[in-house]
């Protein structure tokens, strides 16, 4: 089962405009990291929030986390065409041998020229 | 510094057969984990293989089995292949349990 969900499911947007997407989850987590996914391909890693941080930046991205809430958010500014895939939320906990990433359904992303 | 490297990239299997995919992780990783993403979903964690043995499994039967060589490469293995196999597998690779992965760049499985 998956454990993030992630809202909306789909996004479309102007260029130049932000983006934000939301994460929900279930269990106490180590970390919650986000990814990008283009074309069903691979995916690549954005940024790690720590259950301990509550915010984290990085280039255009920023990520909130609420522990309390079991919630974290990606907003992406000043979009790109670039930008369009689909973005992942995963949950990181550690277990006592080894760990795992629970992934979301994730969004779909579509920034407009 | 190369990445993830998975190969094949496409597979074309018949229902019954057995299939083996292969990963390399990236250079200064020793850890390996497999993930299966079905069309429009996120991805569903396979397994874990640290120091070549498996040391995580989600919830996945024993038809697939993987293995981690002595140079931290690994290989998934899935027996009596299904329709519902048909997929892509990333394999993702990690030295530091509390980092982010890489990904690799997938096999795509098709069973026919």
């Known amino acids: 089962s998956q454990q993030g969900e992630e809202d909306p499911q789909a996004l479309s947007i102007q260029e130049g405009e932000n983006a934000t997407m939301n994460c929900s989850y279930k269990?106490?987590?180590?970390?919650l990291q986000w990814y990008r996914q283009n074309s069903g391909r691979g995916l690549v890693h954005l940024i790690l929030?720590?259950?301990?941080?509550r915010e984290k930046h990085s280039g255009r991205l920023r990520v909130t986390l609420d522990t309390s809430k079991k919630s974290s958010s990606l907003l992406i500014t000043a979009s790109r065409a670039a930008d369009t895939a689909s973005y992942f939320c995963?949950?990181?906990?550690?277990?006592?041998?080894?760990?795992?990433?629970?992934f979301g359904g994730g969004t779909r992303v579509l920034v407009k020229p | 510094d190369a990445g993830v490297t998975q190969s094949p990239t496409h597979l074309i299997k018949t229902r019954g057969q057995q299939v083996t995919l292969r990963c390399s992780p990236k250079?200064?990783?020793?850890?390996v984990s497999w993930y299966q993403q079905a069309l429009g979903q996120g991805p569903q964690f396979i397994f874990q293989?640290?120091?070549?043995?498996?040391?995580q499994r989600g919830n996945f039967p024993d038809r697939f089995s993987g293995h981690q060589f002595p140079n931290y490469s690994s290989e998934l293995n899935v027996n009596a292949l299904l329709l519902g196999d048909s997929a892509l597998y990333l394999c993702?690779?990690?030295?530091?349990?509390?980092?982010?992965?890489?990904f690799g760049s997938g096999t795509r499985l098709t069973v026919v």
């Open positions: 993702a690779s990690s030295w530091d349990s509390r980092g982010g992965y890489t």
């Open positions: 269990t106490s987590i180590n970390n």
């Open positions: 929030i720590r259950s301990n941080e």
């Open positions: 995963a949950t990181d906990a550690l277990y006592a041998a080894g760990n795992k990433l629970t």
């Open positions: 250079s200064g990783h020793d850890t």
């Open positions: 293989y640290y120091e070549e043995e498996e040391r």
